[in-house]
T-cell receptor, first 113, second 111 residues
């Protein structure tokens, strides 16, 4: 299995620009999670989907962040407009509901200048 | 609100020097406790899931144990390749598959 695939792996953008992060979960997994990791706050859950439906978005920092999952094999996390404080590593993870173990992708390292 | 505290924040061991990492949690109705390993520049790698007090799981030099208040990750005769950050996470009763992570223990094993 290819594991969770994320793109791009690195993104450098300027403040105010739109950023779109992409994720392909492991085939057969029906839950998908977006996390943000920083030195100060560690790993924080932003939003998660179950069977393509958003279940809990309480971790989304503000309206500038949005996430979609149009089908079982693709999800996006969008930041518009981006700000320097959004700089972090963003991880996507997927799981099968039955055991709860989440499998993480390699992450997207975002730098907003 | 679920809380996870890991200690120590950092640990330096000599190769072959066994030790334990601690994960204390506050969850009313634990549904699962997870251990992950994270190497620099990579995503967390799943190691173990523990569901109930008294449960133990092993993988190579690692053994995870669980009580009603904490979990330990025992590392026996570590090697330099065991150097990584070890993360603990919990799922509570109302959390679906929502993990709450600790801040991790950064382990360095030296020759």
């Amino acid at each position: 299995d290819a594991g969770v695939i994320q793109s791009p792996r690195h993104e450098v953008t300027e403040m105010g620009q739109e950023v779109t992060l992409r994720c392909k979960p492991i085939s057969g997994h029906n839950s998908l999670f977006w996390y943000r990791q920083t030195m100060m706050r560690g790993l924080e859950l932003l939003i998660y989907f179950n069977n393509n439906v958003p279940i809990d978005d309480s971790g989304m920092p503000e309206d500038r962040f949005s996430a979609k999952m149009p089908n079982a094999s693709f999800s996006t996390l969008k930041i518009q407009p981006s700000e320097p404080r959004d700089s972090a590593v963003y991880f996507c993870a997927s799981s099968q509901n039955r055991d709860g173990a989440q499998y993480f992708g390699p992450g997207t390292r975002l730098l907003v200048l | 609100e679920d809380q996870v505290t890991q200690s120590p924040e950092a640990l330096r061991l000599q190769e072959g020097e066994s030790s334990s990492l601690n994960c204390s949690y506050t969850v009313s109705g634990l549904r699962g406790l997870f251990w992950y390993r994270q190497d620099p520049g990579k995503g967390p790698e799943f190691l173990f899931t523990l569901y109930s007090a008294g449960e133990e799981k092993e993988k190579e030099r690692l053994k995870a144990t669980l009580t009603k208040k904490e979990s330990f990750l025992h590392i026996t005769a570590p090697k330099p390749e065991d150097s990584a950050t070890y993360l603990c996470a919990v799922v509570g009763p109302g959390g679906g598959n929502k993990l709450t992570f600790g801040t991790g223990t950064q382990l360095k094993v030296e020759l």
